[in-house]
């Protein structure tokens, strides 16, 4: 009993504090009063719901209300006391209440289940019926199209009408008696939609589809065809060496040339001064004996002091002279006297003789002076000329030292730069190659020692300061004694014997340098004349279009595909693709082959393809590409390749490229972008020269003839070169446009591994990677060959249909639930509508 109480005390202490807080729940915290004591009384305000009502607190009797009449009610819930009543403590029925409650919430939630796997089902199904349908749009690509490889569907197609069908069909179709259907669904009508995308006229989508389809095909001739026969065989690296000779050689020549230019001036100006030197050491040392000569008798008179000195010796002579006059006359008058002034007269006449004794030897004297001033004049003009000219002379070769002095300045940093470019690339060659037999001619080069540069640049500056010396003592106005006179001789003889031994040292080398650079020039034009020779012909063969009546019979295709040049702002196919893309200018250029001089023929067709081994080295998604051009359309000689037995090779392709408006000349087209047939065979024809001219080149530079290795110049090793290569490209070039195989190469390979022009064609696709051009000269020939413009062909497409299924249980679940979406399932009365969306994409 002690337990059962307990027991029901718990009960009471849970029912109470159950209804406390549905109080709180309902009349809010602060209208409840708080609970203070075991036997409280809970008072409401006025004017609540409970108004004048009072609530007594729980106690172990249970709990009651009392209203404003007086009259008591039991509050407490009957389940809340001890002593409840019969009927809850009758257990009559329980399990079958039990079950109840159980079962109905499991019937219900099968009955959910059933319509959620019913509305899972239809969801696959709807959703495989679109995957189907708009894979069987897809169905509905152009032929015309198809036939490259390419897929797209046009605006015409019926791919809608597919789509449609497609769904419908494969949904779940009644039975023949309409019996029962599990899943009862159906296309809402009009829902269907299909949506194309992303067109061939983008770059990106014609690329994945090139590159799908040549993906077998494409390594396979990639190696084949070019690696194998071109990498594996050595011939791409032994056109990089030859590339790289033919530079050094080139980069060689002009520090040569640069070199023995600069000593030309420099021994140009050397021979002017010794000229000057043969011609002015026999004038000085004329003109300084005489003026030593002249020196010695002047003395140290003065020429003031002369003429004074004559002028008195006139004068004496005048004087006496006068007086010898006045003894004549006195003598006269004497004798007139008679006999008596006879001795009178003879001591005039002595006196008189005494007067003429001196008048002579005043007039030696006077002779004497004027000889003297003759002497001083005479000096002293020669002076004034020596002055004169000894300045002049020293100008004239101190011009022709400082024209000496540059010249060899530039003379020697071109002769150092050389004989570093000599080590250079005799050092990188040591290993040998392809061009190791070419490369004997470094050891031919002339080469000149900086020391010996250097004395002669220091030996010329002596003489020329020596005779400087000389310049210097005529002018500066100072007796000309014999000390002078053996200084100025000394100068003067050192500078001409200074200027002999240079002469006489050096003149062997440069006469050898000048004879060398003559013979090397006559056999460089020798051998550019006939190089010249091929080139012309080689131009004038270039073309070869049949132009009967002077029209383009192609003009139109060209102008569809490039634009007519008459009307403004007309692109064409080809500028609206590019534009389209936003691949920039359509106007773009190849690199060109120099066919006017043969300097430059050999050098930019080595150039053009020194690169072509790196480009071997693995397959990229340009070869694809090119491959997909090679094959798909037509070229120069499409319908010539024979095999070997005789057979013509025709072609296979379902694209049937020898039926192409533009006949045999689309992959030029693709290459060059040229607007007439002849243009485009012309860049491919040059080109084609070039490739050969460079194998042939190659060949020649491993076996040079020894008089070019004797004449000790790189360029004339590659112009003879060039010329046997010039000569073998001309008999290839005649027989590759004809549709015949060549070896590629006489000497690299064996003759059995042979390239016709289509072969040629692949390589210079590769070797002008130019993506979104080519993509777009793609794409111009495919809209002229199908007459469909790319831009409506798409190449993804997207399906769209929404199909309704009828419900059993859900909508009534959902309403009891009070839900109005389940899983994105929206019930429209019974029934529930599915949108269900696909891609596909080829």
């Excluded at 319509?115 to 239809?122: F, G, I, L, P």
């Excluded at 009508?189 to 589809?209: F, W």
């Excluded at 063969?541 to 007519?564: F, K, R, T, W």
């Excluded at 112009?719 to 190469?745: N, W």
């Amino acid at each position: 009993m002690e337990g059962q109480n307990r027991l029901c005390h718990k009960r009471k202490v849970k029912g109470f504090t159950r209804l406390y807080a549905k109080l709180v729940k309902q009349l809010g915290r602060d209208r409840v009063p708080a609970l203070r004591s075991r036997r409280s009384t809970l008072k409401f305000p006025k004017g609540s719901s409970e108004g004048g009502t009072e609530v007594q607190a729980i106690s172990d009797e249970g709990t009651s209300t009392k209203n404003t009449t007086g009259t008591s009610k039991n509050f407490a819930p009957k389940w809340y006391t001890c002593r409840s009543s019969a009927f809850l403590q009758d257990e009559a029925g329980a399990v079958s209440t039990y079950l109840i409650l159980i079962l109905i919430p499991v019937f219900l939630l099968c009955g959910l289940l059933i319509d959620v796997v019913r509305w899972k089902t239809a969801q696959k199904e709807a959703e495989n019926a679109v995957k189907a349908g708009v894979r069987s749009s897809m169905s509905a690509f152009s032929p015309a199209l198809q036939a490259y490889g390419l897929y797209g569907l046009p605006e015409e197609s019926k791919a809608g009408d597919i789509f449609t069908r497609t769904v419908q069909g494969n949904l779940s179709a009644p039975g023949d008696t309409g019996g029962f259907r599990f899943v009862d669904q159906h296309m809402v009508e009009g829902s269907a939609k299909v949506t194309p995308m992303y067109s061939l006229a983008n770059h990106e989508q014609l690329k994945g589809q090139i590159l799908e389809e040549m993906k077998y095909r494409a390594p396979l001739i990639f190696s084949l065809e070019l690696s194998d026969k071109l990498k594996k065989t050595g011939v791409a690296g032994n056109l990089g060496q030859a590339a790289q000779f033919t530079e050094n050689a080139a980069k060689i020549e002009k520090l040569l040339n640069e070199r023995d230019a600069k000593l030309g001036e420099a021994w140009d100006q050397f021979l002017r001064i010794r000229q000057m030197s043969l011609d002015a050491h026999p004038f000085y040392t004329a003109q300084l004996r005489d003026l030593n000569e002249l020196s010695g008798r002047i003395g140290l008179h003065t020429l003031d002091e002369v003429r004074q000195s004559l002028q008195n010796v006139k004068t004496e002579i005048a004087s006496l002279k006068s007086q010898i006059s006045s003894i004549n006359s006195s003598i006269a008058a004497l004798a007139m006297a008679g006999p008596a002034a006879a001795q009178s007269i003879s001591a005039l006449i002595q006196e008189k003789q005494a007067l003429q004794d001196q008048v002579t030897e005043a007039m030696g004297r006077m002779a004497d002076l004027e000889a003297l001033l003759q002497d001083i004049l005479r000096y002293a003009q020669l002076i004034a000329v020596l002055k004169v000219k000894a300045q002049k002379d020293y100008d004239d070769l101190s011009q022709r030292k400082d024209g000496f002095l540059a010249a060899m300045k530039a003379g020697k940093a071109a002769n150092d730069q050389l004989n570093a470019e000599l080590g250079t690339v005799s050092g990188a060659s040591g290993g040998g190659g392809t061009s190791s037999g070419s490369e004997a001619v470094y050891a031919s080069v002339q080469r000149f020692d900086r020391q010996e540069l250097d004395t002669w640049e220091a030996g010329v500056s002596a003489a020329v300061s020596l005779f400087a010396g000389v310049n210097a003592q005529i002018g500066d106005g100072l007796m000309f004694t014999q000390q002078k006179y053996a200084t100025m001789t000394a100068g003067l003889d050192g500078f001409h014997q200074q200027v002999g031994t240079l002469y006489t040292k050096h003149q062997a080398s440069q006469e050898e340098r000048i004879g060398r650079n003559q013979r090397v020039e006559a056999a460089k034009r020798e051998e550019r004349t006939k190089t010249g020779v091929v080139l012309d012909k080689v131009k004038r063969g270039i073309g070869g279009c049949s132009i009967m009546s002077g029209v383009d019979p192609h003009e139109a295709q060209y102008h569809s595909l490039l634009g007519n040049p008459a009307a403004a702002g007309d692109t064409g196919f080809y500028g609206a693709y590019m534009a389209l893309n936003q691949a920039g200018s359509p106007d773009t250029s190849v690199p060109s082959v120099d066919l006017d001089s043969a300097d430059g023929a050999g050098l930019s067709a080595l150039k053009l393809f020194s690169s072509l081994g790196d480009m071997l080295g693995e397959v990229r998604d340009e070869f694809y590409i090119d491959e997909f051009a090679v094959s798909r359309f037509s070229y120069r000689t499409l319908g010539l390749h024979k095999d070997p037995h005789g057979r013509v090779i025709v072609s296979k392709e379902l694209s049937q490229p020898e039926q192409h408006p533009l006949t045999n000349q689309e992959v030029e087209f693709l290459l060059y972008g040229a607007r007439s047939c002849a243009g485009n065979y012309s860049l491919a024809y040059a080109e084609l020269f070039a490739f050969r001219l460079a194998v042939g080149t190659a060949e020649a530079l491993t076996e040079p003839r020894n008089e070019a290795l004797a004449a000790g110049s790189p360029m004339l090793v590659v112009l003879a070169a060039v010329t046997e290569g010039a000569l073998r490209a001309q008999d290839d070039l005649e027989k590759l446009i004809h549709g015949e195989a060549v070896p590629l190469s006489r000497k690299f390979t064996n003759n059995l591994l042979t390239l016709y022009y289509k072969d040629y064609l692949r390589i210079f696709l590769l070797m002008h990677s130019r993506e979104p051009v080519l993509l777009s000269r793609i794409q111009a020939l495919l809209q002229l060959n199908t007459e469909l413009d790319l831009a409506s062909a798409n190449t993804y497409i997207s399906g769209r249909a929404a199909t309704s299924l009828r419900l059993w249980f859900l909508p009534s679940i959902m309403k009891t639930l009070g839900r109005t979406e389940f899983g994105g399932c929206v019930p429209d009365g019974n029934r529930c509508e599915l949108m269900q969306t696909a891609d596909f994409a080829y």
